[in-house]
C-alpha cells in the first residue's frame, strides 16, 4: 500500500470512532456541580450538606468557646442541615464581627460596651443580648502554693503590683502574674470587679510586670507549671491540675467557686454567658438560640463546667 492510501485509510478509521462514540455528554442536570471531595456542600449552599445546608457563624469569648463548640458538635445531631461554626479571639473580638456583619452571634463573657454599641447603631444593627448561663471565674494558684483563700482587696493589691511577694499573703516567693489578654471580656471584668474593686472611677490598673496569654486553658497550664504563678480562669475551666483560692465575700465568709455557689450567688465573682445578636437574626440563627435555652442545650452548658439559666 502507498502512503498516500495509508493515511488515508488512517483518516477514515479516524472518523468512524468519532462517529460511533459521539460528543462528550452533557453532565446530567441532577448531578451538575456536586462536588466529589467529602464533606463539601454543593455550589452556592452556605454549609457542608448540600443546597439545603445553613450556616451559622458564631464568634467572640474564650471563655465561652469550649461551650461553644459543644453546643455547635450536638446541634448537628438536631439539626443536621445546620453547620454551626464556632471562633475565639475574646469577646471584644465578637462584638466587632457582630458590628462588621462577619458573624450571626458574638459570644461574649460581658456586656456590651456603649461605644460598641453605638459603632453598631451606625451600620443598622441594633445588638440583642441572650444569657445563656453563668459563670464563675476562679482565682488559680499553683498546687505548691499554701495560700487557700484572698480577700478582693489583696488580689486587688497583687494584680497592681501593691504586693509582690507571697509571703504578705501567707506564701512565699516572688509573685508571678498572669492574665488574659485586652480582648478578653474576662479581662474587662476582672480588672472592673477585682483591681478596681467595683469602684465607678477607679484609676486603677494591671501592674507592668503582669503576663498576658491569650486562652483560660494557657493561663491554667502556665499556672500549673509555676510554683510562684496566680491566674484566672472561667468556671469551666477549673481542673486539678491547678488550686482554687476561695475568695472571702461581703459578709467575710471565704467561699470556693463551683456551680453551686454560683448558682445560689454566694461566690463573689460571677457573671452571666451572653450571646448577642441583631435585633432580627435569620430564621436558624433563632431557632439555634431556642434550642441552646432549651433543655438539651442548658444541659450542655453544665456538662462544660458553667451554670445552666434554668
Known amino acids: 500500500m502507498s502512503l498516500h492510501k495509508a493515511l488515508l485509510c488512517a483518516v477514515v478509521a479516524s472518523l468512524a470512532v468519532v462517529a460511533i462514540t459521539g460528543c462528550p455528554k452533557a453532565p ?24 439545603n445546608s445553613t450556616s451559622i457563624q458564631v464568634k467572640g469569648s474564650d471563655t465561652l468557646l469550649q461551650v461553644a463548640q459543644a453546643l455547635a458538635e450536638a446541634y448537628k445531631t438536631a439539626e443536621p442541615s445546620v453547620e454551626v461554626a464556632v471562633a475565639g479571639g475574646g469577646s471584644g473580638t465578637g462584638f466587632q464581627a457582630l458590628i462588621e456583619g462577619t458573624t450571626d452571634i458574638a459570644a461574649a463573657s460581658r456586656e456590651i460596651k456603649d461605644k460598641e454599641a453605638e459603632q453598631a447603631k451606625a451600620k443598622g444593627i441594633e445588638p440583642v443580648e441572650n444569657i445563656i ?20 482587696e489583696q488580689l486587688s493589691d497583687i494584680y497592681t503590683g501593691a504586693i509582690t511577694d507571697w509571703k504578705a499573703v501567707g506564701g512565699f516567693g516572688e509573685i508571678f502574674l498572669l492574665s488574659r489578654e485586652t480582648t478578653s471580656g474576662t479581662f474587662e471584668y476582672f480588672k472592673e470587679h477585682i483591681v478596681r474593686q467595683g469602684e465607678k472611677g477607679s484609676q ?51 467561699v ?13 465573682v460571677s457573671r452571666p454567658l451572653l450571646m448577642y445578636t441583631s435585633q432580627k437574626p435569620t430564621p436558624q440563627t433563632a431557632a439555634y438560640l431556642e434550642w441552646i435555652l432549651g433543655d438539651e442545650g442548658q444541659k450542655i452548658v453544665a456538662d462544660e463546667g458553667f451554670v445552666p439559666v434554668n
Open 28 to 51: 446530567d442536570s441532577s448531578t451538575a456541580g456536586v462536588p466529589t471531595a467529602p464533606g463539601m456542600g454543593m455550589e452556592g449552599s452556605s454549609g457542608p450538606t448540600g443546597a
Open 133 to 152: 448561663g453563668y459563670d464563675g471565674i476562679a482565682v488559680i494558684v499553683n498546687k505548691g502554693n499554701p495560700v487557700a483563700r484572698l480577700t478582693i
Open 204 to 254: 486603677l490598673d494591671f501592674a507592668d510586670a503582669i503576663i498576658m496569654l491569650l486562652s483560660n486553658s494557657a493561663i491554667r497550664e502556665q499556672v500549673a507549671d509555676t510554683e510562684t504563678a496566680i491566674g484566672y480562669v472561667g468556671l469551666g475551666y477549673l481542673d486539678d491540675s491547678v488550686k482554687a483560692v476561695a475568695i472571702f465575700d461581703a459578709g467575710g465568709a471565704a
Open 256 to 268: 470556693s467557686p463551683s456551680v453551686d455557689t454560683v448558682k445560689d450567688g454566694t461566690y463573689p
